[in-house]
């Protein structure tokens, strides 16, 4: 699921629809782990930029590492009598929890591919859990609405990818055939081909080992 619709999907047969739907989604969970390791590297940097895209709860845990330890900046702590940094260690553990969490759906990622969309749905789960995180930690306040609506538009990627490898499991094979060529072919009926000004064009064949990558 894209922000934009592709114009080309008119030509697309129902199968390469599914699938472009599948692989937009697990896109969208790289998109979270590039921009959680990006957010993560700021904080540590001492910046104030924030990109959306990222996941709440390992960018909360590298946040509450340095806060626990006096990482922050001075303005963090106006208010906090006697405040005592905690040792390093505690650090070390807040960020390698953040660590686990994103290695994990980098796991996801990779295993959905070939591993079935089980691995799509762990995702989702897990990016639920990251939404109600950030909803307790922060309420919903006027500058998170764009956080909000950013989790909510990943929520909706990843369930439409999980329904699209649902539908895809519901379409039947094509069945391979030796062409003069010498070469195995699948056929895609003719229902399946576009119709522009009344015209009907005629089956595709696609090279079997083109349709096995569009399965996987």
């Known amino acids: ?82 405040f005592q940094p905690d040792p390093d260690v505690v650090l070390y553990v807040y960020v390698a929890v953040a660590v686990v969490i994103v290695a994990l759906y980098a796991l996801m990622w990779f295993l959905s591919k070939k591993h079935g969309y089980g691995w799509l749905v762990a995702a989702l789960l897990l990016f639920v859990a990251d939404t109600f995180a950030m909803f307790y930690y922060t309420g919903f306040t006027a500058d998170m609405i764009l956080d909000f ?37 699948s056929y895609i009926p003719q229902a399946e081909a576009p119709i522009e000004n009344n015209e009907v064009y005629a089956p595709v064949e696609v090279p079997a080992e083109a349709v096995e990558e569009t399965k996987e």
Do not use: C
Not at 36 to 56: E, K, M, P, Q, R
């Open 149 to 185: 609506v950013f989790h909510i538009w990943v929520l909706v990627s990843l369930t439409s990818g999980i329904i699209a490898a649902i539908n895809l499991k519901k379409l039947p094979e094509e069945e391979p055939y030796l062409a003069q060529d010498g070469q195995t072919y």
């Open 1 to 82: 699921m894209g922000l934009f619709k592709n114009k080309n999907t008119q030509n697309m047969t129902e199968r390469q629809k599914l699938t472009a739907r599948y692989n937009g989604a697990r896109s969208n969970i790289l998109l979270v782990i590039a921009f959680t390791l990006i957010n993560s590297v700021l904080l540590f940097t001492g910046s104030d930029s924030y990109f959306l895209f990222s996941a709440a709860i390992p960018y909360y845990m590298t946040l509450f590492g340095l806060l626990y330890t006096g990482r922050m900046p001075a303005e963090w702590y106006e208010g906090v009598e006697n």
